[in-house]
């Protein structure tokens, strides 16, 4: 029903799997983060939805800001060179941020956020990621906060896009296109 021609969707991460993570991650970090004024960071478009399951999860005060990051495009993306299409709204001085991210794959993307946020006066930067792709990482980051380790497959739903298409799927699933399909 979700699919369009030449693609097919099969669920590696139920919903119901998500929204126990969720519950999980959501009690974890008003642990971590209470009395401590918290700012969650979304990185749009992909972590919407899990940001707005996460924030639900969390019994403590929090404050919701957005990114949006354009990279520049197939060839130059292993460079790590990414643009800031919308920045905060927030002052970030001392709060606790957490960036919260769909994926992270090669952690470019995350890597140049987190020093982004990190150089703004910030008292602490944390990262909450749904999904995990390790295998393709090409630079280093320190990932506070995993939803789930996933293997090196493209996928999409709960956010997750391709081709702007597919985020309304309650579930995670991979993406077979082509003769596979
Ligand atoms: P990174 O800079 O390579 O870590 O890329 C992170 C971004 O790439 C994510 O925020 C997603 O927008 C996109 N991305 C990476 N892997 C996938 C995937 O499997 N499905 C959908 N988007 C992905």
Known sequence: MHERPGESVEVLVSAAAIQAR??????QISQDFGGKP???????RGAFVFL????????????VDFMAISSYGASTRS???????????EQVHDKHLIVVEDIVDT?????????QLANRGA????ICTLLDKSARRLVEVRLNYVGFHIPDQFVVGYGLDFDECYRNLPDVCRLTRGEEA
């Not at 969720?22 to 009690?27: H, I, M, S, Y």
């Not at 460079?79 to 709204?89: A, E, P, Q």
Request: cysteine-free.
């Open 52 to 63: 707005a399951d996460l924030i639900r999860a969390i019994d403590i005060p929090l404050a």
């Open 123 to 126: 008292a602490s930067v944390a």
């Open 38 to 44: 918290l700012l969650l960071v979304g990185i749009l």
């Open 107 to 115: 952690g470019l993307t995350l890597n140049y956020i987190y020093h």
């Open 79 to 89: 460079s790590g060179v990414v643009r800031i299409l919308k920045d905060l709204d």
């Open 22 to 27: 969720v519950a999980e991650l959501g009690q």
